[in-house]
């Protein structure tokens, strides 16, 4: 339905889905009360949303560490500040590098199974089946999904940054020779816990949020046809990686 | 049953392992690693000038970090300042004639106290001063002194310009 409409007024049409992705979120947040009930479904769902995602993570983060490491270290050797590559790393980790690659691998890992999940529960008709059983599928089959969005999306950051701080010791300590000392007490003197660490988790939590509202959105509203799935798994990616990176540079600019 | 129980193990696996994670980051890699209070005494050391010294900044004996700055004072009637050195209790061996000195590690490092031990046989107690101190070394005055010490024609000119501006500056910190 909405193919044909999108190429004639794309503009209302965007609006209209803005509109209904707020309109989404408080049914959500109304919802949660309710989900309370299904507790052992949400934690399934962190199972699947963070658990399951903890590989790819971790081997992310740990390549995205060693990169930081190389390319940091030639950088600083120019300027001969090489001792500074500790900092550089943590803060650039914390502050940015993990919320941010770790919300767009959650994107693509996470997002596009649930809203294939939730798209194709709407094409075989299961979310109206539950509506005949009388068990609210936003209460039921949403809400955990969004509450563990956001529990899983700022621990998964934390172990992204983890590894990539040890990558970034890997590369910078044990193969190009930096001091060990100079490393950790640098990092240490200059990263602080409330600005920068929590600074992190909180980015990292409201990305988790917007990802998981938009994945469950789009697979509750999908046409419910193979080809509408995958569309809304296409746009899932496309909008939660859009999202991410903007609302990235509201926060920085918030947070500051 | 079964599968309901791994999936709460590994739900609770993956908590867990975020927590740690959280806290490896939060007490391993931030400030709060230097903030390893124990037991310490504490030294106080008047400098006319500190730089850029930071509350919690190291202090190092023969480069070794042995503990951090705990206050920085402006001293009103002598506007010096009065940084408080809180050293370790395990190092209470540092004689009582040392001295200490602002440095700076490496070129674009922070800057830190470094105690230069002395020869005395008796040691520093708690409450003790440093009398012997070093400010830090200002990379624009000693630009500012080579290039006018360089040329011998500007240089009756510029040190009169000097006294005027630094006042100036010690006023300001004192307002704060």
Known sequence: MSVARKSSVPLSEGLAQIGACGIFLFQILRAIPRSLRHVRETVRQIFFVGGMSLIIIMTCGLFVGMVLGLQLYHTLSIFGGTAALGTVVALS??????????????AGRAGTSITAEIGLMRATDQLDAMEMMAVDPLAYVVAPRFLAGIIAMPLLACVFNAL????????????????????????????????????????????????????TFQ????????????????????F??????????????FLM | ?????????????????????????????SSLANYRAGDSYA?????????????????????????????????????????????????????????AAVFTSG????????LQPGGSPDMFKNGD?????????????????????????????KPDAKPDAKPEAIQQTDKK
């Not at chain 1, 940015?96 to 959650?106: I, K, N, Y």
């Not at chain 1, 100079?182 to 949020?209: E, P, Q, R, Y």
């Not at chain 1, 697979?219 to 496309?238: D, F, I, K, L, Q």
């Not at chain 2, 008047?46 to 010294?53: M, V």
């Open chain 2, 107 to 114: 070129l674009l490092g922070d800057q830190y106290v470094a």
């Open chain 1, 164 to 215: 990539g701080i040890l990558g970034a010791h890997l590369v910078g300590v044990s193969w190009l020779g930096l001091d060990n000392g100079t490393f950790w007490s640098n990092m240490t003197s200059n990263v602080d816990v409330w600005d920068d660490i929590l600074n992190g988790v909180w980015k990292s939590t409201a990305f988790g949020a917007v990802i998981t509202l938009i994945a």
């Open chain 2, 43 to 99: 030294l106080k050391a008047r400098f006319t000038n500190i730089g850029q010294l930071k509350l919690r900044a190291p202090v190092k004996v023969a480069g070794v970090r042995v503990g951090s700055v705990s206050a920085i004072q402006l001293e009103p009637d002598k506007l010096d300042a009065l940084v408080t050195l809180a050293v370790d209790k395990r190092f209470d061996k540092i004689p009582d004639d040392s001295a």
């Open chain 1, 219 to 238: 697979g509750y509203t999908t046409p419910p046809t193979s080809e509408g799935v995958a569309y809304a798994t296409t746009r899932t990616v496309v």
């Open chain 2, 1 to 29: 049953m079964a599968q309901r129980q791994s999936f709460q193990i590994g739900t609770g696996l993956f908590i867990v392992l975020g927590f740690a994670a959280l806290g490896y980051l939060a007490t391993q890699t």
């Open chain 2, 129 to 157: 001063e440093v009398v012997l101190t070093q400010s830090s070394m200002q990379l624009e005055e000693l630009i500012g002194k080579y290039l006018v010490g360089g040329d011998a024609g500007k240089s009756g000119a």
């Open chain 1, 93 to 106: 980790l914390y502050r940015e590098l993990g919320p941010v690659v770790t919300a767009l691998l959650f």
């Open chain 1, 240 to 253: 939660s990686s859009i999202a991410t990176l903007a609302l990235d540079f509201v926060m920085t600019a």
